[in-house]
């Protein structure tokens, strides 16, 4: 029995403590949480009914999780098995909201970290959404389009039973696109007989919201803007590299070149790119084509442009920049890469994927004093836009490019306000870490108690 009394640095350790204890295998999801634990101490100082109402014991409990069986078959008529789950994290704030993950890495521990993230994510942006996340280990990559239907088909044949307008929201996240989106849409619409935006991430003519491809990206680019407003600086001239090359790292890529910086170096599943005369918006679509179309490997590009480098299984953090911008997966950026990034003169990272730096290279960044956000702040344009899709959906209207691009900078300008101004209240200004937890959890903290016990 924990004593709430106590003072908040005891009561925090013997919460990890218990904390750990409880979910053991469960790495990913520890590092989320101890993430977060360690920057709140200065809000439970100030107001200690967080501890009495046992707040951080109840926000690391999955309001629900669903797992289950996906069977499917392959073009060859042979029988797979995959697993499927929703981790539906926390409501207080709006239905649970967050993406669909296909992966072979998916596990009930990756998806309880990115719903957990992905509350504190939606908390930000300002907008009325719950948290939550899914997935399964089921990978896209190899597949013919008919497999892939087949299996988003068998997923949504119980799904659909948990999902809905007003309940629980799915979109898109790694290995699950606007193709993925559309099967699981039609299965859904053909078992409930409904049609209502219970997805995001659709395509435009059907539902989807304009921009919403481009969301994740262009909030990343954006956010890093505001970051360097703050040093009285600007993007335009900067060395940029990103490491993904999926949704988020493309539309990175073309929003920084189109505000004047200059991207060397990305990377994908079988090495990276080294184009020392940038990115242009023929290269970019080329690429756009390579990778979302014909879903090539990067290989191809230095067939393409010759004068650029591939260097096999290489990741880009050792190529000199000024920015870095990880958009690939949780923990792709140790310590030893910060430090590399760091001697090589890079001033900010921005992550546009979820949990992309280990602790150690938080750590690094934060001790070098460059601008560093996490990507629960930062990568928060794609949900964002998705609660606009959600907004257009049920006035049933559709807004242009511009408008939802205006709304977008707007809800970026407004997290990276929140993050300082919260940073600085409770004593750590400058810190996007901190301020990100702070203001993510005070909201979703208040309306849980507001809400009672449930
Ligand atoms: N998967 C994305 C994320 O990590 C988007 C979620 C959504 O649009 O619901 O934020």
């Given at each position: ?325 990880p958009?690939a997966c949780e923990?792709e950026l ?17 992550e546009?994927a979820?949990m992309p730096s ?17 990507g ?79």
């Amino acid at each position: 029995m924990l004593n709430t009394t106590m003072n908040t640095q005891t009561y925090l350790s013997d919460f990890l403590t218990i904390f750990r204890r409880k979910n053991a295998a469960q790495h990913v999801f520890i590092q989320a949480v101890e993430e977060v634990v360690r920057t709140l101490a200065p809000v439970l100082d100030k107001k200690p009914q967080y501890i009495k109402e046992r707040i951080l014991e109840r926000m690391v409990e999955p309001e629900r999780m669903i797992a289950f069986r996906v069977p499917w078959k392959d073009d060859n008529g042979e029988i797979h098995v995959n697993r499927g789950f929703r981790v539906q994290f926390n409501s207080a704030l709006g239905p649970y909201k967050g993406g669909i993950r296909f992966h072979e890495s998916v596990t009930a521990d990756s998806l309880k970290f990115l719903a957990f993230e992905q509350t504190f994510k939606n908390s930000l942006t300002t907008l009325p959404l719950g948290g939550g996340k899914g997935g399964s280990d089921f990978d896209t990559r190899g597949k013919s389009a008919d497999e892939v239907m087949r299996f988003c088909h068998s997923f949504i044949n119980e799904l659909y039973h948990h999902i809905g307008y007003h309940t629980d929201i799915p979109a898109g996240d790694l290995g699950c696109g606007a193709r993925e989106i559309g099967y699981m849409f039609g299965q859904y619409k053909k078992l409930t007989n409904d049609f209502t935006g219970a997805f995001t991430g659709k395509k435009p003519n059907w539902g989807g919201s304009l921009l919403r491809p481009e969301a994740t990206g262009y909030g990343v680019a954006y956010f890093a803007q505001n970051m360097l407003a703050t040093r009285k600086d600007e993007l335009k001239g900067k060395t940029c590299v990103i490491s993904g090359t999926g949704n988020v790292g493309i539309y990175t890529m073309e929003k920084l070149t189109q505000l004047g910086a200059n991207v060397v170096g990305f990377m994908d599943y079988d090495g990276s790119v080294y184009d020392k005369e940038g990115i242009n918006a023929e290269k970019l679509a080329y690429l756009k084509d390579l990778v979302f179309v014909r879903r090539g490997s990067l290989k191809e590009y230095v067939q393409k442009y010759p004068h650029a480098h591939f260097r096999p299984g290489q990741k880009t953090w050792d190529i000199a920049c000024d920015c870095a911008f990880p958009t690939a997966c949780e923990n792709e950026l140790d310590g030893a890469a910060a430090n590399t990034l760091l001697k090589n003169g890079c001033r900010l990272v921005c992550e546009g994927a979820n949990m992309p730096s280990t602790p150690e290279a938080v750590q690094a960044f934060q001790q070098a004093g460059i601008l560093y956000s996490p990507g629960k702040a930062s990568n928060a344009g794609g949900v964002a836009v998705s609660g606009l899709e959600m907004t257009q959906n049920s006035m049933r209207v559709y807004w242009s490019r511009e408008e939802v691009d205006a709304y977008l900078q707007r809800i970026m300008a407004s997290i990276h306000t929140s993050c300082l101004q919260y940073a600085a209240e409770f004593a750590r200004p400058g810190d996007y870490v901190a301020g990100a937890n702070i203001a993510g959890f005070l909201k979703v903290a208040d309306a849980m108690i507001d809400q009672g016990l449930v």
